[in-house]
């Protein structure tokens, strides 16, 4: 007879949020496979319980020799509980490959249903959660980030993104050049830690937040709004800020407007430098706010560098002292 596979929810931070059942699994469990040894036993001794099974170490570099020694555990008959350092196993966080390769054995997998910093973050940011989608960590490099976030620019969804402090400006930065620096958004951090954060606003806000100085600790949820009805020959001030729940919706733009949708042409100099100014205005950085732009409309650096230099000289023209 095989054994059970009991993939556990850890707390995100209170001890107290874990379950009794928890507690008892990890006390009778015959092997704890952990992301980290040293903070299982310090779960357990806050739960007031001692794990009595044998205790091994499951983290990334490891899990896919693990995965393969535990299924060999389980078809010998014992029960294995599966635990990270917070949340739920196998949702970025080690655990995918050690159910998939009991599944794959037929042995039977169950759950222990915990805390999960997606949920909780989703549920507090007062954005629409009817229906959301989990990105999991962008890339570490900024080109891949970007690319990544053009592709979910059209998103309609509520997206939850997590993130590492050190790479936090840098992904906001991304976020408000290519999602634009009005979306709203809401940084999580340290969700059920005594040093809780919950800062609300637009991706512009954030950008200013992270980058004023301040040392940013902890890792972060973040939880943005999905992509409106949008078009560039819509002005900002027309765009909705929310999706199909209905929230802060914005007036059905005039015909000649929607006419415009129908068949947009090449932005113009003006339109071009206008945008820029606008993302500047709601916090981003010249080179962020011309990246934006860029994404925005589709064209080149280059297109949005000649739009600024001509925009410039119309604004000198006109200021220009009528001559004599």
Known sequence: MTGV???????????RDASPRLAEVLATADVVAAEDTRRVR?????????????????????????????????IAGQTVALITDAGMPAVSDPGFRVVAAAAAAGVPVTVVPGPSAVTA?????????????FEGFLPRRGGERRGRLRELAAERRTMVFLEAP?????????????????????????LTKTWEEIVRGDLGRLVAWATDGREIRGEFTLVVAGAAVASRRLGFADLATATESGVETSAIPPDSIL??????GPPTAAELAAAVAHHE???????AARRAVMDQFGVSRAAV????????????????PPGR
């Open 121 to 133: 973050a989703l549920a507090v940011s007062g954005l629409p959660s009817d229906r959301f989608t």
């Open 281 to 287: 205005a709601a916090g981003l950085s010249r080179a």
């Open 42 to 74: 310090r779960l357990a001794h806050a739960l007031g319980v001692t794990i009595g099974g044998r205790v091994t170490s499951c983290y990334d570099a490891v899990e896919g020799a693990r995965a393969a020694t535990l299924t060999e555990y389980l």
């Open 259 to 264: 006419d415009d949708l129908r068949a947009p």
């Open 305 to 320: 560098y000649e739009a600024l230099v001509v925009n410039r000289a119309g604004d000198a023209t006109s200021r220009r």
């Open 5 to 15: 596979l009991i993939v556990c929810g850890a707390p995100i931070g209170e001890p």
């Open 166 to 190: 050190h790479r936090l400006a840098s992904s906001l930065t991304d976020l408000a050049a290519v999602f634009g620096a009005e979306r709203a958004a809401v940084a999580c951090r340290e």
